[in-house]
């Protein structure tokens, strides 16, 4: 029997800030998020969400499974800061995340 249910598409999430370490509060980091499909050629849709901790400190929509999100230093606090990235699908894509880490100097 067909329980009418298509397995979800397997997904990687890549991230990479730039740049990692910021002098002050005032600076901003810039998040670069890449989605993609483990098998066939479909984009994943959805959108990206940054969070330190359980705070949501930025945000994006996918466009062509690529997002990229500006994270403010002032949502940083002062050291080092582990982000969770995480992909929140749209559509039958897996959801996945990863980390990234920004140091913020002041």
């Given at each position: 029997?067909?329980?009418?249910?298509?397995?979800?598409?397997?997904?990687?999430?890549?991230?990479?800030?730039?740049?990692?370490?910021?002098?002050?509060?005032h600076k901003?980091?810039?998040?670069?998020?890449?989605?993609?499909?483990?098998?066939?050629?479909?984009?994943?849709?959805?959108?990206?969400?940054?969070?330190?901790?359980?705070?949501?400190?930025?945000?994006?929509k996918l466009?062509?499974?690529?997002?990229?999100?500006?994270?403010?230093?002032?949502?940083?606090?002062?050291?080092?800061?582990?982000?969770?990235?995480?992909?929140?699908?749209?559509?039958?894509?897996?959801?996945?995340?990863?980390?990234?880490?920004?140091i913020r100097?002041?």
């Amino acid at each position: 029997t067909v329980s009418g249910h298509a397995a979800k598409v397997a997904t990687t999430v890549k991230a990479k800030a730039k740049p990692h370490k910021l002098a002050n509060a005032h600076k901003r980091a810039k998040v670069i998020v890449s989605v993609a499909s483990k098998t066939g050629s479909a984009k994943p849709t959805g959108t990206v969400k940054i969070m330190r901790g359980s705070k949501v400190v930025g945000k994006a929509k996918l466009k062509k499974g690529k997002a990229v999100v500006t994270i403010k230093g002032s949502k940083l606090k002062k050291g080092k800061n582990k982000l969770t990235v995480k992909y929140i699908p749209k559509g039958n894509f897996d959801a996945k995340a990863t980390r990234v880490t920004i140091i913020r100097k002041k």
